[in-house]
């Protein structure tokens, strides 16, 4: 397809109601999966999820073998690298491994039948059988995992070949945890159908419903209790307020008190939570949208406050002790983003000889990008500084950068307004980049007057040079 007609189908397809979209979608993946390719079917299915992302919209998708198998897991996947482990979780990236490991030397010949038979249903639009083949699946693969796992119990070669076959960092503990969950989908599938949808306040009445929820005997077993909370924070707003049922439990806020009711745990959950984020974190600062950086920084305080003013911790408790580890590594990260950015800042921005302006032509975009990243970084941690314990570093940084524009920007204003015709593409790039820095650091009004300042000095030298 020429691209004249790629963008006039692209064109058409946005036009389409999203009810419009989402039929012919699913028309397109039904073929699909009996083997049929319609004329451009890869291009339309792709183009009609832009247009749905566009709208703000999400397009439903069809379901697939792998998909309907894991259905039962996903309250208890997480968004993390495989390299940690979180007690009752599974990364969401084990999920092809351990699917791969189940087809190819677990269960092969009973993997084909299952998705030759899922594929037929999904494709004749029979969802509901499609679902209860899944089911059968499940339990047959729980039954065979439990038969490995049993006959590798005291075998440390055949457990360390097995673990090579999935080829993750926590395999067997991986496949342990699923194995758990398919046992437990049916009891789980009824604690998950009682919780409300979305809980945006765990409090009040809320609070003793759910409480009595997990007081429940089904819930209350020993191998259920720790996946019902999980379920109970997967519907939370605020996953920290998972801690609530556990003060709720010790009827205190003590820590000695809650660590001695079965609910603890829900303190446990959310500590290994915060870690998790600050992990995150880590991996976000080298290269992820402002968004999502900013939006870690707020779970972050929000996590770790809540865990110190809802429960009375003393500093040398193991929770205390575990907070404090925390907070300390999310002030390191900081520190080492921001700590140096004011003087970033002015050696970027430093007055230079006319000599280097015109051989320099313009400031290097890519080191501009990096700087106005790391100001963004600074203004969003500004608001959490004393709950992240970078109080005193935020209060350095803030009045240095706060200093220097006050001054400095006026040195790059004269330079602008009496440099040479062969230096204003530089002077011009240096103010251009203190107005975006002081848009993201202070705010939109502070940046606009400099960039009217900047206005009238490249004016007043245009006139100069005329003259």
Known sequence: MEDAAKERLRGYLRELKPEARAL????LERAQL??????????????????????????PRLGNPQRLF?????????????????????????????????????????????????QLMLAGNEKSGAEQIARAFQDATEQRLRECFLSIKKDQKARQRIAGQIGTPNALDDVSELAAILRLR????????????????????????VK?????????????????????????GSPWQLIRLAISAAASDEAAHIAETPFAVAVDVVLADLDRMIANLQESLEGSGEDEVAALLKDIHDAARALHTEIDLTTDSLWGRKLGASRAAVAKLLEAEIGNIPAQVQRLLRPRSAREARADGALDAAVVAEIEVKLVLTAAARNYA????????????????????????????????????EERAF??????????????????????LLAKAAEVAAQGEQKAARA
Not at 24 to 27: D, R
Not at 34 to 59: M, N
Not at 412 to 417: C, N, P
Request: a negative charge; glycine letters at 4%; one cysteine or more.
């Open 386 to 421: 004393s709950e992240l314990a970078i109080s005193e570093t935020m209060r350095r940084v803030t009045s240095d950068l706060q200093n220097y524009f006050d001054s400095g920007t006026q040195i790059l204003l004269d330079r602008l307004r009496t440099s040479p015709p």
């Open 70 to 118: 894991f259905a039962p897991l996903e309250p208890f996947l997480v968004n993390d690298t495989p390299e940690r482990k979180h007690h009752g979780r599974i990364p969401r990236a084990c999920l092809d491994p351990i699917w791969n490991w189940i087809s190819r030397d677990l269960m092969p010949k009973e993997t084909k039948t299952y998705s030759d038979q899922v």
């Open 34 to 59: 009996r083997g049929e390719d319609p004329p451009s079917a890869a291009f339309i299915l792709e183009a009609l999820r832009d247009a749905t992302r566009e709208a703000g919209r999400k397009l």
């Open 186 to 209: 049916d009891a789980l599938g009824v604690i998950g159908s009682r919780l409300p949808q979305a809980i945006s306040n765990l409090a009040g009445e809320q609070l003793e419903n």
């Open 427 to 448: 002077r011009q790039s240096q103010v251009d980049a203190a107005v975006r820095f002081c848009g993201k650091l202070f705010s939109p009004e502070f940046a606009g």
């Open 24 to 27: 012919l979608a699913a028309e």
């Open 212 to 236: 009595t929820l997990l007081d429940s005997p089904i819930a209350r077993h020993r191998d259920v209790f720790l996946y019902a909370l999980l379920l109970v924070m997967n519907r939370l």
